[in-house]
């Protein structure tokens, strides 16, 4: 899945397959054939491990959208390849649950599966997941992703995986009620300017919402904002740190300031307050371009989107919010091996299929060279009257700050989010909020405070 909580249906298919793929005629054959290569036994540039024997057949796992997205890379690869690729769709939480049996266990595993960038470490760390250094080195693909998505999936200076797609931020608002209320987006900055403008809202009408269900995805998007991570090079728990303490007080602050309400994400209440106007802003990713399309389509038109807030003037305005990835178990034959890294590199590693799968399902890519597709990225989107919303999505996939998962990521999950939702409920000090979540952190881990 592409974000952390992603709707279960962004289908949006603005453009269409069709015009994509035919506007993949750009694309010079010289050029493709150099990026992808047919893949196949007699060709010079196959990928290979012991040998370049490549399997007819591999078996991929994917869940949502996610596993339609590989159906639509196959039908392409095969069109174009001598083999077959099974794309099986799951649920995410039996495919996670079964996948890691079969990881562990050492058999049974498909030869190709996603797997979201939080989860990297743990699966890495087991040493079930196919180094795969060498490939991309050959591939000479590294440089082609963006510098933010690599880092939950290197370990020890080894890649163990490639990059899908990520979430870049920002806050998505109804122009309809900001402009009936007086509110401008181009004034809001920092987190102060987005509460003087949400002031100026009726009391039935919030500024926006603060899932209490995902309260540590709002703390982590504004902790790697700020360019943090939550231990130290030392292994030390890092997440009380001063710029914690501020992201815990701004939320408390808006909170008491009655500018949020607190539905569940992706809740129909959730929905219902966006479509019905009664929240005025949503932070987010860019995954949320596709399912406000699909959710809330008698409001297209009425949409426009914004960098998320500084904490301080002059501040940086980039993170990300979600993102996936596609590995290979090294359980697997080095025949299926080549062939599953051919299929993988086809579809991540090359513009068309990048863009194929952000077109029809918004998986917003990984690939930076896609960036440079001026009439995908600067088209002027309707539904969010006439905005190049996607170009803003890219110009901050640029500038994200890399952010370290690890095994012990639930643990901060978990911590932050029980902790903030008592820091809401029952008025607590946002500084004792997160000393009390590090020091629940440390000791489930057995770590030190910073």
């Known amino acids: 899945m592409a974000s952390e909580y992603m709707s279960q249906n962004t289908m949006y298919g603005r453009l269409g397959r069709r015009r994509l793929m035919t506007g993949a005629a750009a694309l010079s054959g010289a050029a493709l054939a150099g990026c992808v290569g047919t893949g196949d036994p007699d060709d010079d540039d196959s990928d290979d491990t012991d040998s370049d024997e490549m399997a007819d057949e591999i078996e991929a796992w994917g869940w949502d959208v996610a596993a339609r997205s590989l159906e639509l890379t196959a039908e392409e690869y095969e069109a174009e390849h001598d083999a077959t690729i099974n794309v099986e769709e799951h649920g995410q939480d039996a495919m996670k649950e079964d996948l890691r049996s079969r990881l562990t266990g050492g058999s049974g595993a498909p030869d190709v599966a996603m797997l979201e960038l939080i989860d990297g470490p743990a699966e890495i760390g087991t040493g079930a997941v196919q180094d795969i250094t060498d490939r991309v080195d050959e591939a000479g693909i590294e440089a082609d992703f963006v510098d933010g998505a690599w880092a939950s999936l290197v370990e020890d200076d080894s890649i163990y995986a490639l990059p899908w797609d990520i979430g870049p931020t920002a806050v998505f608002y109804r122009r309809d009620i900001y402009d009936e209320h007086g509110l401008d987006a181009d004034e809001i900055e920092t987190w102060d300017d987005f509460q003087e ?13 603060i899932p209490e269900n995902d309260l540590d995805g709002v703390w982590r998007y504004q902790f790697r904002q700020l360019g943090n991570q939550p231990f130290t090079d030392d292994g030390e728990v890092n997440i009380h740190n001063d710029d914690s303490v501020m992201i815990a007080e701004t939320l408390k602050e808006l909170y008491d300031a009655g500018l949020a309400s607190t539905y569940d994400g992706w809740s129909t209440e959730w929905f219902n307050g966006y479509g019905e106007g ?29 960098r998320i807030p500084a904490h301080e003037e002059g501040g940086p305005r980039a993170s990300n919010w979600g993102g996936s990835s596609l590995m290979i178990p090294s359980q697997i034959e080095s025949a299926e091996q080549n062939r599953a890294f051919d299929y993988v590199k ?13 077109d029809e399902y918004g998986l917003f890519p990984a690939l930076e060279t896609t960036y440079d597709h001026d009439d995908v990225f600067d088209e002027e989107l309707d539904f969010y009257d006439g905005q190049a919303a996607r170009r803003l999505f890219a110009d901050v996939a640029e500038e994200m700050p890399e952010y370290e998962y690890s095994v012990d990521t639930p643990y901060v999950s978990d911590a932050i989010n029980n902790e903030f939702l008592r820091m809401l409920r029952d008025d607590e000090d946002p ?3 997160v000393i009390a979540a590090a020091e629940y952190v440390a000791d489930r881990t057995d770590r030190d405070l910073a």
């Open 346 to 358: 086809w579809s991540l590693a090359t513009d068309e299929m990048q863009l194929l799968m952000y």
């Open 431 to 433: 500084e004792e909020t």
């Open 278 to 306: 009664e929240i005025a802003s949503l932070p987010s990713a860019a995954w949320m371009e596709g399912t406000l399309r699909d959710e809330l389509p008698d409001t297209a038109g009425n949409w426009g989107v914004y």
């Open 197 to 209: 403008q949400g002031e100026q809202l009726p009391d039935d009408i919030y500024m926006f919402n």
